[in-house]
């Protein structure tokens, strides 16, 4: 699906991602953690294609990013950002169908519309689908957005990969495993998701594999039982942790300052 080698981006002081490989293939949940400022969001963004630095190879589907058609790689991954524009003057529903942009040029066709409807359903908003997007909440305007990126990658093209930069935020517990629900429906159907977690816990349920980044630099990347290790995770954290079997589902419970 997606692979690299030598993952690197540097400002004039340091690397803020430091010789990373990474790989994941169709079909997979990937976690990316670590600590505040690890290097998480950059690697997003170089994987992304949204920024970039030379001499980095990021092959998606096998192809590298230059060599996509700019009209047609949008229908095949797409971004949810943790950073959103908070004023837009228009109604959610505008919002949501700003996902269709890249297929149609002027007027939106019935499957479009459909496809909207189907967005704002799946992330409760379809009660606010003719308000204006500026007098929503918080975690409100990140449903509109999280909706909006949904709607982008509903098509049949086969593996698609979707970005998910902290979309946790600002969400309730009840939208929050929503949300997860919905990564965890989309991988289902042989597709990717490679998502930024903060919640270790949530993590180890939902990923298939976790990658842990620490000072730009990859520690481990394997399936959670793995990766969630409490001599790793309290020497990376710095803040000691006992990590347990959940009683209800097997995964790796955390439980920290213990």
Same mark, same amino acid.
């Given at each position: 699906m997606i692979e690299v080698e030598k993952l690197n981006f540097k400002t004039k002081k340091c690397y803020i991602i430091k010789d990373i490989d990474f790989e994941c293939h169709s079909g997979e949940f990937i976690a990316v953690i670590g600590p505040n400022g690890a290097g998480k969001s950059t690697f997003m963004n170089l994987l992304c294609n949204e920024i970039h630095q030379k001499n980095n190879e990021?092959? /998606?589907?096998?192809?590298?990013y230059e060599k996509w058609c700019t009209k047609e790689l949008p229908k095949h991954k797409t971004?949810?950002?943790?950073? /959103? =524009?908070?004023?837009i003057p228009l109604d959610v529903q %505008?919002?949501? &169908?700003?996902?269709?942009?890249?297929?149609?040029?002027?007027?939106?066709?019935?499957?479009? &519309?459909?496809?909207?409807?189907? $967005?704002?359903?799946?992330l409760d908003i379809t009660k606010y689908k003719n308000t204006q997007y500026n007098h929503l909440s918080g975690g409100e305007k990140q449903r509109v957005h999280l909706a909006r990126v949904l709607a982008q990658l509903?098509?049949?093209?086969?593996?698609?990969?979707? /970005? &998910?930069?902290?979309p946790l935020n600002n969400l309730d517990v009840l939208h929050q495993h929503n949300t997860l629900q919905l990564i965890k429906e989309f991988t289902s159907?042989?597709? =990717? $998701?490679?998502?930024?977690?903060?919640? &270790?816990?949530?993590?180890? %349920?939902?990923?298939d594999k976790i990658l842990l980044l620490d000072k730009g630099k990859k520690i481990k990347y394997d399936k959670p039982s793995i990766v969630l290790q409490e001599e790793l995770l309290s020497k990376i954290y710095q803040f000691p942790c006992k990590v347990i079997t959940h009683p209800l589902n097997n995964n790796p419970l955390i439980l920290f300052g213990t």
């Open positions: 990021i092959k /998606f589907k096998t192809c590298q971004k949810f950002s943790q950073s /959103f =524009t908070h004023d %505008q919002v949501v &169908l700003m996902g269709r942009y890249p297929y149609f040029e002027s007027n939106p066709s019935p499957e479009d &519309l459909e496809v909207v409807a189907q $967005a704002m359903a799946s509903n098509n049949n093209i086969e593996k698609k990969l979707f /970005f &998910l930069d902290e159907k042989g597709n =990717t $998701a490679i998502v930024t977690i903060h919640d &270790l816990n949530i993590a180890g %349920q939902y990923a």
